[in-house]
């Protein structure tokens, strides 16, 4: 008694707040998805400061009911009982056994619609990240009694990112929900401007449409008139007549068969010996006499469904009741289309050019190595291989990835280049004009290359990460982005190509390759070594490859058989490119990545397509073509 006493200020000075829950309470005590609207709208139209608060308690299962008198409390476990905290002030008011509450636990609807009107009270709440939260829900389930509060945010938005955000999403909100038609149709204007999936989501909103059948053109805002045969068949407009107007259903064979299986007598149907039911013809006449006799519904016949379907007209009606509404919308969604198809053949093209750097990359080291020598080394994908392994292994080393990036590229070119000088001098030279030998001895060499690498690290995948710096993607806007790491190789690649392009061109060592290449006996006539320069040609490209492949492993798997992967693409970047030429290795590179590219995006769903179509294009290609897109120039062009 005296605790009563005691705790009565406190429930005084809660009244305000008590009061509206009492006059709720069968609602709240036992709250559900459809009856629970009306309290929702009465608390959050009272004002009260307290009201944010309550409602997030009863969202989180934290209310309780007072069994004696039916008050509410806010309630947390302690030594014997439950302590109870008013819901205006946040104070502790007593303590009660727990079997003298009863906990208030709403149900996964009724909690969307706390959370739904709670909504507006984050939109302000000091915490960003509940300010976050609150535009997710809003963007997950958007209303119209939205607008007004996610409106009133804006201006005291103190981050400059959410507040751009709050404004792209009450211009989606004006544009469903706006008071006025010139409202909606502004915002309409400036989604037209907007590529994000979000935006063009709010346009199909708009355009919405149902399909009706009427004897008379409706009063209502038409998107299209449908034709029964082009637009839509007979039988689709018939089943909108019977699931719309309540007209009979056209009846299956199944449906006749079952119905005269079930009314069979003494061997007849109908009248009908069941002997004789061996034609469709027949059974429809039975089930005829049966529903004249009014065993059985009357059969919608072909020639009454078609007349039924003649004296209606069918319509896409959009939900959107203003027509000038939905003039903008569609008029904003053709613009928007528009322009999301123009930036995605520019996303199309970014990534062709990406393909096209990562195949110049593995092919390049190849095309001096096949130009020079003439060799058809299928041994080239394990030095990829090999340069990701090495990438790797300083990794294990050196745990700062960018130093690890850094040490790794001219490790792997050192290691790859040592192990292409020791498989020329092994193997190579001794098998120079016997094309056939060399493709079976290095198509050897790879497999037990391969079979090293498993030995050494295993069956698994190994990761290859890159530094932080090349995380995430350049968003250039919602439909256009590429990543960092395509960047990285793309820029790589460049890099590369200048250098060899320095070293062909400016330095003796690539005078000296040029004439190789060109006329192998001249060169010989002029002192230069042609063993020694096939060495350092061969060392040099499988060096080459050896740094593509630190860079591949950045984003694809490193395991023994990723060279696999690029070695038929490297082969056909060379030929289709011209052989022993880099500008040629470029434009190769460059024709396969775009048709590539070209045929996933007009079939994305089958990469394998794209793989087969390119193949049969190189295959017609070098027919009409056989040197490659630039050929070798010099009397070794004729050999």
Same mark, same amino acid.
């Given at each position: ?50 009201? =944010? ?45 727990? $079997? ?5 636990? =709403? ?41 007004? =509060? ?47 999936? !979000? ?30 045969? /082009? ?13 719309? +107007? ?16 079930? +009314? ?23 089930? !005829? ?8 519904? @009357? ?26 509404? *939905?003039? %903008? ?22 990534? %062709?050019?990406?393909?096209? #750097? ?10 001096? *190595? ?53 498989? @020329? ?7 120079? +004009? ?18 090293? %690498? ?43 190509? &200048? ?5 062909? $061109? ?13 006329? =192998?006996?001249?060169?010989? #006539? ?14 040099? &490209? ?14 694809? $798997? ?25 500008? &040629? *290795? ?7 990545? *775009? ?7 007009? +079939? ?22 056989? $040197?490659?897109?630039?050929?070798? /120039? &010099? ?5």
């Amino acid at each position: 008694m005296a605790l009563a006493l005691l705790c009565l200020p406190a429930l005084l000075h809660a009244q305000d707040l008590q009061t509206l829950l009492q006059s709720h309470q069968k609602v709240i005590i036992k709250p559900s998805r459809k009856s629970v609207g009306p309290a929702l709208d009465a608390l959050v139209a009272s004002g009260l400061p307290s009201i =944010p608060a309550f409602l997030e308690h009863w969202q989180g299962k934290e209310v309780y009911n007072r069994k004696e008198d039916g008050l509410f409390f806010y309630a947390r476990k302690a030594q014997g009982g439950f302590e109870l905290v008013d819901v205006d002030t946040g104070e502790v008011v007593g303590t009660a056994d727990a $079997k003298a509450l009863k906990q208030i636990k =709403p149900n996964g609807g009724v909690r969307k619609e706390i959370a739904s009107k709670l909504v507006q009270f984050q939109l302000s709440d000091p915490d960003i990240e509940r300010r976050i939260a609150a535009l997710v829900s809003i963007t997950q389930k958007p209303g119209a009694n939205q607008l007004a =509060p996610l409106t009133a945010s804006i201006e005291g938005e103190t981050d400059p990112t959410l507040k751009l955000r709050k404004i792209k999403l009450a211009n989606y909100l004006t544009a469903r929900f706006g008071e006025t038609t010139d409202q909606r149709v502004a915002a309409i204007e400036g989604i037209a401007k907007d590529l994000s999936v !979000d935006g063009r989501a709010v346009l199909s909103q708009i355009l919405q449409t149902q399909r009706i059948a009427s004897e008379t053109a409706p009063d209502a805002n038409i998107a299209k008139q449908l034709q029964i045969g /082009k637009d839509v068949t007979v039988e689709d407009a018939y089943a909108l007549l019977v699931a719309q +107007n309540g007209y009979t259903a056209k009846l299956s064979a199944n449906d006749i068969r079952v119905a005269l299986e079930a +009314n069979v007598i003494d061997g007849k149907v109908g009248g009908f010996s069941v002997l004789k039911l061996d034609s469709l013809a027949e059974r429809h006449a039975a089930y !005829d006499a049966l529903a004249d006799a009014g065993t059985v519904p @009357e059969r919608m016949t072909t020639v009454a469904m078609i007349a039924a379907v003649e004296a209606h007209g069918f319509y896409d009606v959009y939900d959107e009741k203003d027509a000038a509404v *939905t003039d %903008a919308a569609l008029k904003a969604q053709s613009a928007v289309q528009t322009r999301v198809g123009v930036n995605q053949f520019f996303d199309i093209s970014l990534d %062709a050019i990406s393909l096209a #750097s990562i195949y110049f990359l593995a092919a390049v080291g190849l095309a001096i *190595t096949f130009g020079v020598m003439g060799v058809i080394n299928m041994a080239h994908g394990e030095f990829i291989m090999m340069g990701a392994y090495t990438g790797y292994v300083v990794q294990q080393f050196i745990p700062n990835y960018t130093a690890s990036l850094i040490v790794a590229l001219p490790l792997a070119f050192a290691v790859t280049f040592a192990a292409g000088v020791a498989m @020329e001098r092994l193997v190579i030279r001794w098998l120079y +004009n016997r094309p056939l030998e060399t493709l079976l001895a290095t198509f050897g060499i790879s497999v037990a290359l391969q079979q090293l %690498a498993k030995n050494i690290f295993g069956t698994q995948a190994r990761p290859l990460t890159s530094p932080g710096w090349l995380d995430g993607a350049w968003i250039i806007n919602d439909v256009v982005q590429i990543s960092y790491i395509r960047i990285a190789i793309f820029v790589l690649a460049l890099m590369f190509l &200048g250098l060899l392009l320095f070293i062909l $061109k400016k330095t003796r060592l690539g005078l000296e390759v040029r004439a190789v290449t060109q006329n =192998p006996r001249m060169a010989s #006539s002029m002192g230069i070594n042609p063993d020694k320069i096939k060495m350092m040609t061969f060392g040099l &490209g499988s060096g080459i490859a050896g740094i593509a492949g630190v860079a591949i492993g950045l984003f694809a $798997k490193v395991t023994s058989e990723m060279g696999s992967d690029y070695i038929v693409q490297s082969f056909m970047t060379v030929v289709v490119g011209g052989v022993g030429n880099v500008w &040629g *290795t470029l434009a190769g590179a460059f024709m396969i990545g *775009t048709f590539q590219k070209g045929v996933e995006w007009l +079939n994305p769903s089958n990469t394998l397509a794209a793989q087969t179509y390119m193949i049969l294009f190189i295959i017609l290609f070098i027919q009409f073509r056989p $040197k490659g897109i630039i050929a070798l /120039k &010099g009397r070794a062009a004729g050999d």
